[in-house]
C-alpha cells in the first residue's frame, strides 16, 4: 500500500517504537497523528518531526472513550485541511504493571492493577481502533486490490510466554493477538488489512524502567542478536507490514528467537 501523501495515527506515539514509526513514515512521505497523554513530550516530538503538514499532536487517553472521541473528530478535521486521507491505525500505547496472581503473603494481585493495564493495553487499542475505522473506511480505495488502509496493533512476546507477575499484561497482550484475525475478516469487505506485530523486549519509555538485574536476564533469553530490539526496527517492519498486502490477519513475531523463561 501507499505511504506517500497518506495520514497515520499512532497512539503512544510520542516516544519509543509509537515515535520511531513516526519518523519512518513521515520520511517516506506520510504525515502522523500523533496521540498522546503527555501534552509536553508531545509536542516536543512533533517538533523534532518534519514540517507543520508531517506531524500534529493530539491530547488523547486510551482509557477514556470520550478522550478518543474528541481526538478523532479532530484528527478528522486536519485530514480533511491537509488533503491527505486516512490510510493506517497504529495503536501503539501501552503500560506494563507487574503483579503476582498471588503473593507470598496470600494477597491477591490488585484489581485497580489488572484494570490499569486492561484498559489501556486491550480495552484502549480496540477502543481507538473502532473509533477511528469509521474514518479510515470513507477513505478512497487504492490499487488494483481497492485497499483501504490497515491496521497494525501491538501485542508482546508475553502474549505467549509470560512470565511470572505478567498474568494482566499476558491478559491484555494474548487479547490482542487473537482478535487480529476475527478483526481482519470483519473489515475484509472494506479493504482495510489488520496485522499485529508482537515485540520482545525492545528499548522504549517501559523497559527504560526495568533494573539492570531483569535487563540482563531477558537478554539472556534472547538467542540472536543478543541484545534488546530498536525501535527503528520495530518502525521499519510496521513500514513493511503498511506496505506488503499480503499481510493480513497474522500475528508476526519480533523477537531475535527470544523464548521467555518462567522467571529471570
Known amino acids: 500500500m501507499k505511504i506517500d501523501g497518506r495520514t497515520f495515527v499512532i497512539s503512544g506515539g510520542a516516544s519509543g517504537l509509537g515515535l520511531a514509526t513516526a519518523r519512518t513514515l513521515i520520511s517516506?512521505?506520510?504525515?502522523?497523528?500523533?496521540?498522546?497523554?503527555?501534552?509536553?513530550?508531545?509536542?516536543?516530538?512533533v517538533k523534532s518531526l518534519d514540517g507543520p503538514l508531517s506531524a500534529k499532536?493530539?491530547?488523547?487517553?486510551?482509557?477514556?472513550t470520550d478522550s478518543i472521541s474528541s481526538a478523532v473528530s479532530a484528527v478528522t478535521s486536519w485530514v480533511k485541511?491537509?488533503?491527505?486521507?486516512?490510510a493506517g491505525i497504529i495503536p501503539a500505547a501501552g503500560v506494563g504493571a507487574?503483579?503476582?496472581i498471588l503473593d507470598k503473603r496470600l494477597n491477591p494481585v490488585s484489581l485497580d492493577?489488572?484494570?490499569?493495564?486492561?484498559?489501556?493495553?486491550?480495552?484502549?487499542?480496540?477502543?481507538?481502533?473502532?473509533?477511528?475505522?469509521?474514518l479510515l473506511a470513507k477513505s478512497e480505495p487504492y490499487g488494483p486490490d481497492k485497499e483501504r488502509g490497515v491496521v497494525v496493533m501491538v501485542a508482546s512476546s508475553a502474549a505467549f510466554e509470560g512470565q511470572m507477575g505478567q498474568v494482566a499484561y499476558a491478559a491484555s497482550k494474548g487479547a490482542v493477538a487473537s482478535m487480529t484475525l476475527p478483526m481482519a475478516r470483519d473489515l475484509a469487505r472494506f479493504?482495510?488489512?489488520?496485522?499485529?506485530?508482537?515485540?520482545?523486549?525492545?528499548?522504549?519509555?517501559?523497559?527504560?524502567m526495568m533494573s539492570d538485574k531483569v535487563r540482563e536476564g531477558l537478554q539472556k533469553a534472547m538467542e540472536f542478536p543478543a541484545r534488546a530490539g530498536q525501535p527503528e526496527e520495530f518502525a521499519s517492519l510496521v513500514k513493511q507490514t503498511i506496505e506488503n498486502v499480503m499481510l493480513n490477519g497474522v500475528v508476526i513475531r519480533l523477537d531475535g528467537a527470544t523464548r521467555m523463561p518462567s522467571k529471570l
Open 57 to 64: 499532536f493530539f491530547l488523547c487517553d486510551v482509557s477514556s
Open 81 to 86: 485541511e491537509i488533503g491527505k486521507p486516512l
Open 98 to 100: 507487574p503483579g503476582l
Open 191 to 208: 479493504g482495510i488489512r489488520v496485522v499485529t506485530i508482537a515485540p520482545s523486549m525492545f528499548d522504549s519509555a517501559m523497559t527504560a
Open 113 to 134: 492493577n489488572i484494570d490499569f493495564v486492561l484498559n489501556i493495553n486491550l480495552r484502549g487499542t480496540l477502543d481507538l481502533t473502532r473509533q477511528f475505522l469509521p
Open 28 to 45: 517516506s512521505g506520510a504525515s502522523v497523528a500523533i496521540l498522546d497523554l503527555n501534552e509536553e513530550t508531545g509536542n516536543s516530538a
